[in-house]
């Protein structure tokens, strides 16, 4: 079972070159140890594919058996893991922040030490072999199917998606035609050499809006490369917020297995804890690395991570937005309303995010200071970060995994608390900050 995810970003050809991914590879087959298989994928960049294949040369020399899906979605690879008896999943993609960048995200079910150290390298005769695979996507596209809801192809849903260039390692027309779905498809040309960054802008999520409401879809999707997080747009047009998504799952797999435990990263929207509490449910919230591993532990019937990644144990214990898309328009089927109506469902909370520049090796002293501020009256949780909780509102502070930045969490049931909690915390910050960052 998959429970833990770790990335490795950085700019191609410098922070991680040949060299490095290979080394990488090494360490990652010491660990598993000769004769195990592991899957490897990447998305359609050139850069992924080179760094794929250092990753692979690097394993294959720790004698790993390397089954190699070429380009395919990160779900799709997962969900085969059992079919290959693999005990790791490693994916190499575009960095959605950017182009230059490239990201490693290596799943399994235990953490890996990658700390950089000599490397043991097997014997001539006891090199892995490579398999290059490509049967994988029936089997996913099947299953996927076999889960979604019946009451789907009696809606014709008209849908726009915007799959970030990925056309490519996407067989989600198969899954729309089958459903019955009428399906508009934009971004996925195969023509990469005029293509945007994986993470969505604004203009590009108000082209999305601008067809669904033109088009009077009834909904609009945005896939990233990996195709493991999505955006939601609903038929009016309007962005569907991470949490308002979260919370439409939640209250439906609530009403379907009562009493059951849903576990989110530390990110998570209040309206999560009013609908969980609202419904007899368990709430777990969890550092971002640990979500999977939570889901797992306590049995959870789903989980949640920000921004835009939904996993549903019950088919793979893998962030899944392909999926997600079929259990989204199995919920509007079944509950047989618009998007819209279910988002009024939400409690309403008003959220800002911000970032403030902070060296990688002082984030910490930030943290610690913030800390100190505020322990002496109000409760603290530093699960991931920290974490301040108000009446009907909330602060979180965490340093980013990859950036040299802290980012700020604010939600509140007032805009006017919204508004001062984060001219507060922005002054705090500023002159933590000036003396620390």
Known sequence: MSVYIQDIRGKTNTEISNKFASHIG??????????????????????????????????????????????????????SKKAYNAQVVITVSESHLRGEDVNIKIISSHEIPLEQRHAQKVSWDKIGDLRYVNEGESTYQHDVLENAAPEIKNKNFLVVIDCAQGKKISFIPEIMDTLECETVYIGCSDNLLKRSYPEPSPTRLSLISDLVFAAGADLGVYLDNDQDRIIFINEKGDIIRDQEATGIFTHFLLNENPKSTIVSSVVASLALDDIVKKQGGKLIKTSIKHVLKEISDHKAIFGADEPGMYVFPQFQSCFDGIYALVMMLGILAKKDVPLSQLVHKVPPYNRTVFTIPCENEKKMNVLDQFQAD??????ISRVDGIRVDLKDSFILIRPSRFEPLIRAYIESKSEDKLHKLTESVKRKIEDISQNRC
């Open 374 to 379: 505020y322990s002496s009256k109000y409760e």
């Open 26 to 79: 090494t360490l990652i087959g010491n660990y598993i140890g000769p004769g195990r298989s592991i899957l490897i994928g990447r998305d359609a960049t050139n850069a992924s594919q080179m760094i794929k294949r250092s990753i692979t040369s690097g394993l294959m020399s720790a004698g790993i058996k390397v089954v190699d899906f070429g380009i395919a979605p990160l779900p799709l690879i997962n969900y």
